[in-house]
Antibody, heavy 120, light 111 residues
């Protein structure tokens, strides 16, 4: 069955960096768009970024553009989120999700999330 | 740009039917597909509906959805309410730049 397992979250100081990973299995990873979504404590869901199946297209929320970079390694069936210049407001649980085969597609499968805390 | 507006909370009795709305402001509800996700406390979201009204395999037909272009809104209907349906429900779509947008979420209480 489809499995998405995030890792790499933790405590980081404002201005710091962190790299999240998402290990995927149970489907043909290279055929699908992948996305990151986050949820601040006690808040709703916020879309962060997506990447196309072949890494040709990426897209970012305005709140993270220029600071976060999404990437993937289809050979390793893994998704990544490189986060720089982190702010307190980036504190959230970060979920990876498998989308469809086109941009603006549904998030069909979700990981369990990895928590990121930005605090001094 | 646009936003998706959901009621903060709804409540209904066990076994009854409840509908959660999601109103799109800024452009047409039909311009991009709408999805619905359920999130139980302490858990990751799961997908209930995709592409306006399609159910992923394994989602029971108690869950249905539709869009109404006259009110520019989408609706999720849950029939035969069960205690396990108590959760937060989110609608989701995209803008014309393909940026994802979520509604603020609706807390469902089953009485």
């Amino acid at each position: 069955q489809v499995q998405l397992v995030e890792s790499g979250g933790g405590l980081v100081r404002p201005g710091g960096s962190l790299r999240l990973s998402c290990a995927a299995s149970g489907f043909s990873f290279s055929d699908y768009y992948m996305m990151w979504i986050r949820q601040a404590p006690g808040r709703g869901l916020e879309w962060v970024s997506y990447i196309s199946d072949g890494s040709d297209y990426t897209n970012y929320a305005d709140s993270v553009k220029g600071r976060f970079t999404i990437s993937r390694d289809n050979a390793k069936t893994s998704l990544y989120l490189e986060m720089h210049s982190l702010r307190v407001e980036d504190t959230a649980v970060y979920f990876c999700a498998r989308a469809g085969r086109y941009p603006a597609s549904a998030l069909i499968y979700w990981g369990q999330g990895t928590p990121v805390t930005v605090s001094s | 740009n646009f936003i998706l507006t959901q009621p903060h909370s709804v409540s209904e009795s066990l076994g009854k039917t409840v509908t959660i709305s999601c109103t799109r402001s800024g452009d047409s509800i039909a311009s991009k597909y709408v999805q619905w996700y359920r999130q139980r406390p302490g858990s990751a979201p799961t997908t209930l509906i995709y592409e306006h009204d399609e159910r992923p395999s394994g989602v029971p037909d108690r869950f249905s959805a539709s869009i109404d272009t006259s009110s520019n809104s989408a609706s999720l209907t849950i029939s035969g309410l069960e205690t396990e349906d108590e959760a937060d429900y989110y609608c989701h779509s995209y803008d014309n730049m393909n940026h994802g947008i979520f509604g603020g979420g609706t807390r469902l209480t089953v009485l």
